[in-house]
């Protein structure tokens, strides 16, 4: 698979809507699975149709508010897995002109190894649910515990059933408290 350097760019207007998606965003979306997502898709859309999980959304909702409120940047690190590999990206959320929003992410590093669960096959269990954390990639075994895929193959007999599970998006805690932590620390200086 290629492995496009980036930066995967995209811009939201004042209502959140995808007003642009780079060259490379597109390619990264065509070569990684998601081939529905192409700019008449896209375009135009409120970027909330994107995002499953409501918890998600609220962050990403007062991040985007912070950076429309006063012009700054964050820079958060997340995963973008594919069945193939780890990788390890950041995204950078800043000010764009007319109470915009542009982000950016970047590939850091990737690293190889097995996770076919994170395959997008047609079929998934429609009665079992496994939740992944849409920023790290770890998946709820328990309430209250989150662990990387590997762990959780281990950990979670779901894993093992002829179909798998489908999976559910949620932010864990940790990343959650490592977002809003940062709007703080912003929001202090």
């Known amino acids: 698979m290629i492995q496009r350097i980036g930066p995967y760019r995209y811009l939201l207007d004042a209502q959140d809507q995808i007003t642009f998606v780079s060259r ?48 700054s940047e964050f820079i958060l690190p997340f995963r973008c897995d594919s069945p193939e590999q780890r990788r390890f990206m950041s995204l950078t959320v800043r000010t764009a002109p007319r109470a915009g929003v542009e982000l950016e992410g970047r590939l850091l590093r990737a690293e190889s190894y097995q996770a076919p669960v994170l395959d997008s096959p047609t079929t998934r269990r ?63 200086t």
């Open 24 to 71: 490379e965003w597109l390619a990264f979306a065509q070569e990684n699975g998601a081939p529905h997502l192409t700019e008449e898709m896209v375009l135009g859309k409120p970027v909330w149709g994107f995002i499953a999980d409501q918890a998600t959304r609220v962050l990403y909702q007062q991040l985007f508010e912070r950076v429309r409120k006063q012009p």
């Open 126 to 188: 429609t009665g079992l649910t496994v939740w992944m954390c849409s920023s790290c990639k770890h998946i709820r075994v328990t309430a209250s515990e989150w662990v990387e895929v590997e762990q959780a193959l281990v950990r979670v007999r779901a894993f093992t059933l002829s179909e798998p599970p489908r999976l559910r998006y949620a932010i864990c805690p940790r990343c959650y408290e490592e977002v809003t932590s940062l709007l703080r620390e912003k929001s202090a």
